[in-house]
């Protein structure tokens, strides 16, 4: 258990755990879960001409090189469904030259805030293996949804396969990556924190302050503390998902529909000319 990370060695692993390695130095880290047979299954972007089996920032180096995708030790490495991000490979692939690291579940919360980065550990407790391989691979057959950096990574789609759980808030909300909460983190907890700057005494104290408002704020975002998250089955995963898009597509329609305050104070701004212009006509015309 280290303090950034848990690194792992190959010989360690076992069928449901959930893995991940670190992409441009450190900047993040991507994530998914071992099934067994040296086999990583994963979600990234939705597949691209060239681009199967790798995550986003390695897609778009891939598609501007020349060199081939294609793996040469198992023939069914990069499988992916046609309009899907999930993705089964090896673990080479999946690491892509990176080191292995374990994804730690149940740690205690201060352990958890001992952490400097998100996206390494969760207070949730992890189902049995055999739930999340079966979990990973109904996914790898129908699906995840649309990719999205913030609402639904690489880590919510791990996190998912380990625990079942999903936010049954309103879409729009943040997902339960650890990367997510740690990257709006930063900035949110250096604005939250200049009021008491003020009170700080000198840079190691605002330093302390801010550092108290990243680790709170990572914490209560944790699917393990959160209470907006409920357990979904993977069966009914997509109705589930079905429900959210459509009702976000039922609040752009009635936002569509309603006027905007700028409309609304022009129309008001116009009933004193129509009623002139009323007025005018009826003169004219007695």
Not at 6 to 13: A, F, P
Not at 62 to 76: H, K, M
Not at 134 to 155: K, T
Not at 193 to 207: D, E, N, Y
Request: glycine share 10%.
């Amino acid at each position: 258990m280290g303090l950034l990370s848990h690194r792992v060695e190959r010989s360690e692993m076992k069928p449901g755990d959930h893995i991940y390695t670190w992409r441009a130095a450190y900047t993040y880290s991507h994530h998914g879960i071992y099934v067994g047979g040296s086999k990583v299954v994963h979600f990234t972007r939705k597949k691209e001409a060239g681009t199967a089996g790798l995550d986003s920032a390695i897609a778009i180096s891939s598609l501007l090189s020349q060199g081939s995708p294609e793996c040469p030790t198992f023939p069914d490495c990069g499988f992916q469904l046609p309009d899907s991000g999930v993705v089964l490979t090896c673990v080479d692939c999946f690491l892509r030259g990176g080191s292995l690291h374990g994804f730690e579940y149940g740690v205690p919360p201060a352990v958890f805030l001992a952490k400097l980065r998100g996206g390494t550990c969760t207070t949730a407790a992890a189902d049995p293996p055999d739930a999340v391989v079966r979990r990973a691979m109904h996914l790898l057959q129908n699906g995840f949804g649309s990719y999205d950096v913030f609402e639904n990574n690489c880590e919510d789609f791990a996190l998912y396969c380990k625990t079942g759980l999903l936010p049954a808030d309103e879409p729009g909300s943040i997902g339960r990556s650890g990367q997510a909460s740690s990257a709006i983190g930063v900035p949110l907890a250096a604005l939250l924190s200049t009021p008491f700057k003020l009170l700080a005494a000198g840079p190691l104290g605002m330093a302390a302050v801010t550092a108290g408002m990243y680790c709170a704020g990572r914490y209560i975002t944790d699917i393990g503390v959160r209470k907006d998250v409920v357990k979904v089955e993977v069966e009914n995963l997509s109705a589930h998902l079905g429900w959210r898009r459509a009702k976000a597509e039922e609040e752009m329609a009635m936002k569509k529909q309603q006027p905007s305050s700028h409309d609304t104070k022009v129309k008001k701004s116009l009933l004193p000319l129509k009623r002139k212009r009323d007025n005018f006509c009826e003169i004219i015309t007695s």
